[in-house]
């Protein structure tokens, strides 16, 4: 079992910055690839951000390519997801997930998330 925990999020206006954290416990951080996934109303979840448990591959949806930078922090446990020129459109209920994968989380294929944080950017 993997326990996910979310923070960071809040109401922000449009063009500006939030760091969403993930503090992960229950199993060996450095071993969990790890990503971000959002759920909008109305609308589909979306993988927005993937890392490898080693660091060194990432993943980034077309939408928040070159705004969002996902990393880690193996000695605290935690996932960041850094949210710049934030959009209205990027408002949603973001989750920090676990999977085997890159691959299985860009498609949707988490085994354990966490309860969410909202982010709503305004105008």
């Known amino acids: 079992q993997v326990q996910l925990v979310e923070s960071g999020g809040g109401l922000v206006q449009a063009g500006g910055s939030l760091r969403l954290s993930c503090a992960a416990s229950?199993?060996?951080?450095?071993?969990?690839?790890m990503g971000w996934f959002r759920q909008a109303p109305g609308k589909e979840s979306e993988s927005v951000a993937v890392?490898?448990?080693?660091?060194?591959?990432?993943y980034y949806a077309d939408s928040v390519k070159g705004r969002f930078t996902i990393s880690r922090d193996n000695i605290k446990n935690t996932v960041y997801l850094q949210m710049n020129s934030l959009k209205l459109e990027d408002t949603a209920v973001y989750y920090c997930?676990?999977?085997?994968?890159?691959?299985?989380?860009?498609?949707?294929?988490?085994?354990?998330w966490g309860q969410g944080t909202q982010v709503t950017v305004s105008s």
């Open positions: 890392i490898h448990w080693s660091g060194g591959s990432t």
């Open positions: 229950g199993r060996t951080f450095s071993t969990l690839t």
């Open positions: 997930a676990v999977g085997p994968s890159i691959y299985a989380l860009r498609d949707g294929r988490y085994d354990y």
